[in-house]
């Protein structure tokens, strides 16, 4: 994965359970502590719903939220520039 575009919301769970949130949408939020997911392998990719989650292999993870409606959520591009929108 090279780059994550996410345009509703993302969370970063850490191993603990401890949940750190991001409105994309808001004007302002809290800071993004994301470098604790840097150099780290994913082991799984799941969906649920309305939520795309990358579990890492420290027992953290990654979701990218999206909503039902006429426009994609955001988009992942891979190093080869292969896109996936969803």
Request: with cysteine; proline share 6%; hydrophobic share 40%.
């Amino acid at each position: 994965m090279r780059d994550i575009y996410a345009e509703l919301r993302i969370e970063h769970t850490e191993p603990d359970g401890t949940v750190w949130g991001y409105d994309c949408m808001a004007a302002e939020g809290p800071p993004l502590i994301l470098q604790r997911l840097l150099n780290k392998r994913i082991i799984a990719v799941e969906r649920k719903d309305l939520r795309l989650t990358f579990r890492v292999e420290d027992g953290s993870s990654l979701s990218i939220f999206s909503e039902l409606g006429p426009y994609e959520s955001g988009q992942i591009t891979s190093p080869d520039g292969a896109i996936l929108v969803f």
